[in-house]
């Protein structure tokens, strides 16, 4: 290709960006949803609320599910003036194997999320891990998504989980698949600081 063809060609690259870029005049918050069995859904979340901490938002983020260990990303945040933090569950299901303990917990969760979504001086909420609660049946997601629907014009969430239930999946902006293509858990690495936690 001559260096004039390039031109042209990006010239009309150019002219089908600004098109797509001019149609999108909609100025309101966004649903995202991070699913799927690869690594990456809940650091991406984070990444993102990052993005947002920079630009001096307020943000809060419900871990649904607690994991083994203290996260990087709580130590990080925790006392980060722009970021609420609450880590409601216990564990996996296979972890707990309380059912009831779980449910109490989800509920508990839900309580404090469905006050965020109605509060307006929040930007941005990570519910992380959130889709597990209705997978095992510890919450309804009708109410969830009614809430979501109702949540201030301009508050974005982020809600991640490897399976989602479809009722979110309808009323979503963004869903992102992240695809497990290999994980260097199952070549016998072990889970590692900074890495998975
Ligand atoms: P991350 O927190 O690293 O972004 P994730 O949120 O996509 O991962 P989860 O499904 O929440 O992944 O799993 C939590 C933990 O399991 C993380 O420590 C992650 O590194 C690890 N993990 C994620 N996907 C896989 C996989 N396919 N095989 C083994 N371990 C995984
Ligand atoms: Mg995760």
């Known amino acids: ?14 002219e089908v960006m600004d098109a797509k870029i001019a149609k999108a005049t909609e100025e309101r918050g966004v649903l995202i949803l991070l699913k799927g069995n690869g690594k990456g859904k809940s650091s991406s979340a984070f990444g993102t609320m990052l993005r947002s ?8 983020v419900i871990q649904f599910i607690k994991g083994r260990s203290e996260t990087g ?17 216990h564990g996996f299901t296979w972890e707990t194997q309380d059912k009831e303990q779980d449910i109490k917990a989800a509920q508990q969760a839900w309580a ?7 509060d ?10 959130m889709s597990y609660m209705f997978k ?23 809600i991640t989980g490897r399976t989602m239930a479809l009722p979110l999946q309808d009323i979503a902006d963004t869903i992102s698949v992240v695809q497990d293509e290999r994980h260097a858990f199952r070549l016998g690495v072990k889970a590692q600081i900074g890495i998975e936690y």
């Open 53 to 60: 901490v920079g630009h001096g938002k307020k943000c809060a």
């Open 120 to 129: 307006d001086s929040y930007d941005m909420l990570v519910f992380d891990e």
């Open 112 to 118: 404090v999320a469905e006050k965020l979504l109605q």
């Open 136 to 158: 095992y049946d510890y919450l309804d997601v009708a109410p969830v998504v009614a809430a979501l629907q109702q949540r201030p014009k301009k508050q974005n969430v982020i």
């Open 73 to 89: 990303e709580y130590k990080f945040f925790k006392d980060h003036p722009q970021v609420e933090w609450h880590v409601m569950g």
């Open 1 to 14: 290709m001559t260096d004039q063809e390039h031109k042209q060609r990006m010239i009309k690259r150019k």
